[in-house]
């Protein structure tokens, strides 16, 4: 138990919190309802009302107009938020860096594209079992521009998506880079010199769908060039992407490293195209207001089993 500091209680109260009861008042802060919050937390409904219940008690004031369909704060709750989140970030940080890390304990919901999932997001999950083996984690697969808007509404902890992604509401820690190169089937027997975007608009392209990093950037891409972007399909998962091109059914952008051993068995081949696309970044994506060590441990697991370096 604390005491809370720098809240306006009623007079003779000293106001004395657990911090379960805080962690769960900002986790129904940010995820917008006290539904969202339980599931958030790994916890039944019935519970986290107690948990705020309680905290109300202790302080001696209501925190949330429950008059509404989600859950609003009163102007104490608000109140209550900036020295909430620095107590629970100050005993989230005492939990990751000198406790036990057995200690540090919950559910994480973590986001990511494809390209992770397909590559070293085994590793992660690997890695955080074994450093932390009391955290359990719920993985979702989607393109970056699903993951930012579930980020945005709480509906995920962390997202690790291509970049780069710059709001000022979340926070953003660099994972590398890699760069992506056009690729086709030896089989469609395109010419072996340097192709033009116009050039290559000639054959059939495949491209990973519009909501994704890389549509838009290959649209630009064609578009500066004079030549038309005109996808003959289009999905939402690269590695049905790169089966369909493994197939023969057209050109696509893909990431070099990752399909590297495709390339030296002579499956894929790299065409040499003028101008070269850029490299795209790999970030890990958090809310600012986010206060958990288990979202900072997550990260740093991340930076140390991505499989992405830096190119020029």
């Not at 302080?59 to 900036?82: C, I, M, P, Y």
């Not at 100050?90 to 559910?107: E, K, Y």
Request: some cysteine.
């Amino acid at each position: 138990m604390l005491a809370l500091a720098g809240l306006t209680t009623p007079p003779n109260r000293c106001a004395f919190v657990d911090i379960r009861q805080l962690e769960t008042f900002l986790r129904i802060v940010d995820n917008g309802s006290f539904a969202a919050a339980a599931e958030a937390l790994a916890a039944t409904q019935s519970t986290v009302s107690a948990r705020v219940r309680e905290l109300e008690k202790s302080l001696g004031v209501e925190l949330f107009d429950r008059s509404q369909h989600r859950a609003r704060l009163t102007a104490k709750g608000q109140e209550l938020v900036a020295p909430a989140r620095q107590i629970v970030g100050l005993a989230q940080q005492l939990r990751h860096r000198v406790g036990d890390p057995h200690a540090l304990t919950g559910m994480i919901r973590i986001g990511v594209v494809g390209l992770v999932a397909i590559t070293w997001l085994s590793r992660l999950l690997q890695a955080l079992r074994e450093r932390y083996p009391n955290v359990s984690a719920v993985i979702e697969v989607a393109l970056t521009a699903t993951l930012l808007e579930r980020l945005r509404n709480g509906d995920v902890d962390l997202a690790i998506v291509t970049g780069p992604v710059l709001e000022s509401s979340l926070r953003t820690v660099f994972l590398g880079r890699d760069r992506f190169v056009w690729m086709t089937s030896p089989r469609l027997d395109l010419p072996q010199q340097r192709l033009t975007p116009r050039e290559l608009a000639a054959w059939p392209i495949l491209s990973l769908s519009s909501q994704s990093h890389h549509y838009p950037v290959i649209e630009q891409w064609f578009a500066r060039h004079g030549a038309d972007f005109r996808p003959v399909i289009s999905c939402s998962n690269i590695r049905v992407l790169a089966d369909l091109t493994l197939d023969g059914l057209g050109v696509s952008l893909l990431p070099r490293r990752s399909y590297a051993q495709e390339v030296a068995q002579g499956r894929l081949r790299i065409l040499d195209t003028e101008p070269e696309l850029g490299p795209v970044d790999l970030v890990a994506l958090y809310r600012v207001s986010s206060t958990e060590a288990l979202i900072s441990a997550v990260v740093a697991l991340a930076q140390e089993t991505s499989d992405y370096g830096v190119v020029d």
